[in-house]
């Protein structure tokens, strides 16, 4: 469920957005940087500092820290009578997003078996969609509920009801096996678990490494996840996902469509994300990569035209929803599995902050500067930017991204680490 209440609460801010605006009477700038983007920066700062908890404390008390703080974040932001509180309780929400992205992917990789990791791993990303559609229903659903322009507390303040339960639940998890072993803590028991979920002969003791993540030995790695985490917000899925709305009503619909066509996108991404759960473990991380690349240009490409030739808002909606196809199907498949898989057991958690942190980043910048160009720059403009960026992302799948389907995680690290001798 960590996945879902980040992909929940990211989005809620979709359906508040506008009326924040005009109720506060906010500038772009502030709009952008506190409102719309803040709750990112928090995700960064998470995931930043997410590592130190997740390897120190381990995963299953990380995680339910994350779960309070999501409860925070929900009843601060309802209650919120200034820009500057709700926008503090949105950052605390992005810290638990941010910190649940390391946690929760690490836990999930290290209790799988290799031949079912990929699929295992795209429950972080199937929940996050999942959360996502919600988010769109949710706003839908509340929107003119409690009447006087007070409906956006209800569309924030509903994101207390899957934290508490999310809280509640993993009071019945064990710890992550791998990570118990690593740090020996109940390590015979550690073992009878890992034995129950591990179809290898693994020897986890035999591949515990005392280098830093920025030691050297990890550079092919680091170069790798930089690459993909760039790529992945530089195709404008944040873009699309937080300012939904808006492009729908400057494509040409209403503003009761355009919150319907905001669900439709939801739909859709949660759709190929199934399609892509089916398929990772099966045709593997490269073949996705290439199906996403090439759909994110040709639908970008195209959403750039039907702006540029002033087609019918049908015709925009069509291609958006091909690019949240080819996002969900792959990299929205992919990135989460590929980062907790691509690090080796003893720096995962350090790791997985580095990626999701870039990642957050990424996603802050294009928000932030989104909340600006949208009003300032023809919206062709962007979509064909993005379209071009994807042109890139296609030659990084061909000949820099290693594959990484069915090999057990010990063996990732003999492959793809480099010795320090070296």
Request: glycine fraction near 10%.
């Amino acid at each position: 469920m960590a996945g879902f209440l980040f992909g929940f609460d990211s989005v809620l801010i979709s359906g508040v957005n506008l009326p924040i605006k005009q109720l506060w009477n906010l500038s772009d700038w502030f709009h952008g940087a506190f409102i719309i983007s803040i709750s990112l920066w928090g995700t960064v700062v998470g995931a930043l500092i997410g590592g130190y908890p997740t390897d120190r404390w381990g995963r299953k008390p990380t995680l339910l820290l994350v779960g309070v703080l999501f409860s925070v974040s929900a009843l601060g932001t309802a209650l919120a009578a200034s820009p500057y509180i709700f926008s503090f309780f949105r950052f605390v929400g992005g810290v638990a997003a941010g910190t649940g992205s390391i946690a929760a992917p690490a836990y999930i990789s290290e209790v799988s078996m290799a031949k079912h990791r990929g699929k295992l791993g795209m429950l972080f990303q199937f929940n996050l969609v999942t959360g996502i559609l919600m988010a769109f229903f949710s706003n839908y659903a509340l929107d003119n509920v409690g009447g006087d322009g007070e409906d956006w507390r209800w569309m924030m303040g509903i994101m207390l009801v899957p934290s508490l339960l999310f809280t509640v639940l993993l009071l019945g998890i064990v710890e992550s096996p791998r990570w118990s072993i690593i740090k020996g803590k109940n390590t015979e028991e550690a073992l009878e678990i890992l034995k129950l979920i591990s179809a290898e002969k693994e020897n986890l003791l035999q591949h515990t490494s005392q280098a830093g993540l920025f030691s050297g030995k990890y550079n092919r790695i680091l170069l790798i996840v930089f690459l993909m985490t760039f790529f992945n917000q530089f195709s404008g899925i944040s873009f699309i996902l937080f300012y939904a709305p808006e492009i729908f009503e400057k494509a040409g619909f209403a503003t009761g469509e355009s919150l319907l066509g905001a669900v439709s996108i939801g739909v859709v991404n949660l759709l190929f994300t199934l399609a892509g759960m089916y398929l990772i473990d099966r045709i593997g991380r490269k073949k996705l990569m290439y199906l996403g690349s090439i759909g994110y240009i040709v639908s970008l490409a195209m959403v750039a035209c039907g702006f540029y030739f002033g087609l019918p808002a049908s015709f925009t909606l069509i291609f958006v929803l091909a690019f949240i196809a080819s996002h969900s199907i792959g990299q929205g498949a992919v990135i989460w599995v590929y980062m907790a898989e691509i690090f080796p057991t003893s720096i995962r958690s350090y790791g997985q902050a580095w990626g999701s942190g870039l990642l957050n980043i990424f996603a802050a910048i294009i928000t932030l500067v989104g909340a600006v160009l949208i009003n300032s720059l023809a919206p062709w403009m962007m979509f064909a930017c993005f379209a071009a960026l994807m042109v890139l992302q296609l030659l990084f799948t061909a000949f820099i991204m290693p594959e990484t389907k069915g090999v057990p995680l010990e063996d990732l690290e003999t492959k793809l680490v480099t010795s320090s001798a070296q």
